[in-house]
C-alpha cells in the first residue's frame, strides 16, 4: 500500500509539474502499488498506451496522456516527465532499498576485514579478510572470500558467493592425473551495484582480479568465470553464464541464459539475446547479436536495453 500523500509530498519535492484529470470515483487515501500484468482495482499505475485496460477501476494512474478507458472511476495524474522513471523513483522515495547499517548476529567476520559505515550485513554470511565500502547491503547466507573488494552503495542479494574458487587443471601424462592449478587472485566489484541472489563471481585465476564496473546489474543466477572484466552500467539479465577472461564492455544489455566463451570479448554498447552462446569477439561497438552461435544482426534505433547516459554519469 501506498499513501496518497506520499505521492503528492514526492511530487512536489521533485518539482514535477502536473494535471489531476479527476474520475467519478473519489481520491482514496491509499492504494495499492499495482501491475498492468496483474490489473486489480484500487491500484496505483504508470501508463503508457493508448486504451486502459477494463479491469483497472478506482485507481490513481500516472500518464504522459490520457488513455481511452471503459470505466470512469479512474483518476489520471498527467505529467510532461516520462511517467515510468517518475513511477520508479517514487517507489523509491516511499520504498527505499539501501542498507539499513544493521550486522546480524549470525554473521561471521573476520577480525582483519575493513567494513566501512552502514552496512548491513544479513544472517549467516560469512566476511572474510575483504575490503566492504560504505552503504553495502550484503544480505542472509552470503560469502565474501578473502581479496574481494566491494565498492560503496552496492547490494548482493541472498545465496551470492563472491570469490570462489574456479577450477583450472592439465593432464599429467606420466600419471594419467589432473593437476589442479590454484586460484590466487581476488574480485574488485564497484560501487552502485546490484548483484542478486546466487550470483557467483570465481576470484581472479592467478595475479589478476575478476572485476565488475560501476552501476552494473546482475538478474538472479549469473555465473562469472575467473578474471572477467565487465565495464559500467552493464545488465546482466538472468541465469547469465561466462567463461575465464571474458571481457564485456560499458553500457552492455546481457539477456537471459547467454553463455559466453572464455577470453570471448564484446565491445561496449553490445546487445546480445537471449539464450545466445558467444563464441567470438564482436567487431565494433553497438552490436546486437543473436543466436548459438551468436550472429551479429541489425541494431534498432534507441534500443531500450541500452542506457542513455550523460557525458559524466560514468565515475
Not at 565474501?144 to 558467493?161: A, P
Not at 574488485?188 to 563471481?201: A, F, P, Q, R, V
Amino acid at each position: 500500500m501506498i499513501k496518497t500523500q506520499s505521492l503528492f509530498d514526492f511530487l512536489s519535492s521533485e518539482g514535477y509539474q502536473y494535471h489531476i484529470e479527476q474520475g467519478k470515483s473519489p481520491i482514496r487515501d491509499t492504494y495499492v502499488i499495482a501491475s498492468l500484468f496483474s490489473p486489480i482495482e484500487n491500484g496505483l499505475y504508470f501508463f503508457k498506451g493508448k486504451t486502459l485496460p477494463s479491469e483497472i477501476k478506482h485507481s490513481l494512474i500516472l500518464v504522459n496522456n490520457i488513455p481511452e478507458q471503459t470505466d470512469v472511476s479512474n483518476t489520471f495524474i498527467e505529467l510532461h516527465d516520462d511517467v515510468q522513471l517518475v513511477y520508479y523513483k517514487l517507489l523509491n522515495y516511499v520504498f527505499p532499498q539501501g542498507s539499513n547499517g544493521t550486522i546480524a548476529s549470525t554473521a561471521i567476520i573476520h577480525p582483519n576485514a575493513k567494513i566501512g559505515k552502514n552496512v548491513e550485513i544479513g544472517h549467516f554470511s560469512i566476511i572474510e579478510n575483504c575490503v566492504i565500502g560504505d552503504n553495502v547491503k550484503i544480505g542472509s547466507h552470503c560469502k565474501i572470500h578473502n581479496g574481494s573488494k566491494i565498492g560503496r552503495n552496492t547490494v548482493i542479494e541472498d545465496y551470492s558467493d563472491i570469490g570462489t574458487r574456479g577450477i583450472a587443471w592439465v593432464w599429467d601424462e606420466q600419471t594419467g592425473k589432473k593437476v589442479v592449478q590454484p586460484q590466487l587472485g581476488g574480485v574488485e566489484i564497484g560501487k552502485n551495484c546490484i548483484l542478486g541472489s546466487n550470483t557467483i563471481i570465481v576470484r581472479g585465476s592467478l595475479n589478476e582480479n575478476t572485476k565488475v564496473g560501476n552501476h552494473t546489474y546482475f538478474a538472479p543466477g549469473c555465473r562469472i568465470g575467473h578474471g572477467t572484466i565487465i565495464g559500467n552500467y552493464t545488465h546482466l539479465a538472468n541465469n547469465v553464464i561466462t567463461g575465464g577472461n571474458t571481457k564485456i564492455g560499458n553500457e552492455c544489455f546481457i539477456g537471459s541464459g547467454v553463455s559466453f566463451r572464455p577470453k570471448a570479448k564484446i565491445h561496449n554498447n553490445t546487445i546480445v539475446g537471449t539464450g545466445s552462446v558467444v563464441i567470438k569477439n564482436t567487431n565494433k561497438e553497438h552490436s546486437t547479436i543473436v543466436g548459438i552461435p551468436a550472429k551479429e544482426i541489425e541494431t534498432k534505433n534507441n534500443p531500450s536495453g541500452i542506457p542513455k547516459l550523460k557525458k559524466n554519469d560514468i565515475n
